[in-house]
């Protein structure tokens, strides 16, 4: 019998219903984990873990809203019960909203913020201190990904809130991994920084960017977007996957408060 790369471990990926947490969620399933799918879009969510399951792979899907602490608890006390103690975080899930300063509403910029980013750090202290009991156990780190893009990177107009919010994902990780090595805690923490993927929350930024004025139309923003990426295309949702997968996994045990950059090389121009 073969083990992949992430045998009977248990991984939580927020926002596991849409694109790039989906195609995590089956390629974490794959490399041998016990996947728990979570997000808000209940019906989408159940489905990928029934995909995962009709695959003969491991998955549950719970409901989690990242912003609200109660949801963080009511998963960890299933988590806890039913399966055991999980030692991948994926905190994938995110929103965006494509306005220019002005017209964000204070509601935009805190929502855009209590969903990429506090819910991050709501997630980490609801589980990294059982994380590291599984690391301990296990003789290896545990591991917590952290969404950003390259709007954590470079700034983008139009999504100042979004570009913020991304950016204090990279700080946030960057200190956190300093602070779970300085409370003795076995836990790994990386971000990544995808260029644009190819799934619905692209489409509709592209959408919002040409209704902006930003772009003639979205199918021309579509293709400008595509030619700004050297490589010569958007990334696919695997294309992601595969790069969190091995932040998860032991291949990247060296790795923590680093910054994994998979973008087609947007950001090298
Ligand atoms: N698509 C891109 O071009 C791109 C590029 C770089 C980074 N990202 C980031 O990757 C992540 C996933 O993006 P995607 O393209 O797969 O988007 P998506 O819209 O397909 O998926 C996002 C998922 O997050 C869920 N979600 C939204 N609010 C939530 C909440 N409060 N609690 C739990 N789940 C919630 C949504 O229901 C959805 O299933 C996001 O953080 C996004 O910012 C995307």
Redesign the pocket.
Known sequence: MTTGRLQDQIAIV????????AATCRQLAAAGAIVVV????DT?GEAVAAGIRAAGQRAIYQR????DEASWQALRTRVLAELGIPSVLVN?????VVRNTFDTTPEQWDRIFA??MK?MYLGVRALAKDMHETAVRDGRHASVVN?????GLIGVAFQTA?CAS?GAVRLYTKALALEMSALGLKVRVNSI?????D????AQ?LKELGEVGFAPSPAEARAAIARAHPIGH?AE?EEIADAIVFLASDESRFMTGSELVVDGGYTAQ
């Open positions: 927020t926002g596991g219903a849409g694109g790039i947490g979570t997000d808000i879009s989408a989690l809203d990242v912003a994938n899930a995110g929103i965006d969903v990429n819910g969404m950003s893009s390259i709007c979004y991304k920084h995808p260029g644009t993927v799934t619905a929350f692209a930024c958007m949702p």
